[in-house]
């Protein structure tokens, strides 16, 4: 039964893998920049949790335990957790821009004119 439930998470291993190990690496160039060595731990863990979510795939899928199984469901939960909080940050984060930059040039717009009284 755990073979049959596994079997579309193992046959993408290979690409959890593959994004995993991309992702720690992402996390090490950041961590080489000032601002970056604050998040850089963000990529490396979820990268982290890619690989264990694949070798644990891989292990329930061969010995067919459940445990290893919801192991792996864990994990990918964790990192889907993750993905989305950060998906939310980024679309708040470019609202925000926006917002600024609208306003931003608004004011210098009104600046211009003489509404300021300049």
Do not use: D
């Amino acid at each position: 039964m755990v073979q049959s439930l596994s079997s579309p998470l193992f046959e993408a291993k290979g690409w959890m893998k593959l994004l995993g190990v991309i992702a720690i690496i992402e996390g090490v160039i950041l961590a080489l920049t000032i601002v970056g060595i604050v998040i850089a731990w963000l990529p490396i863990w979820m990268g982290y949790l890619l690989l264990k979510a694949a070798g644990s795939t891989e292990t329930a899928h061969l010995s067919g335990s459940s445990v290893e199984f919801v192991t792996a469901m864990k994990q990918l939960r964790t990192f889907f957790t993750i993905q989305g909080v950060l998906a939310l940050i980024g679309i708040l984060a470019t609202i925000i821009a926006i917002i600024v930059t609208i306003a931003s040039g608004v004011l210098v717009g009104l600046a211009g004119s003489g509404f300021f009284g300049s």
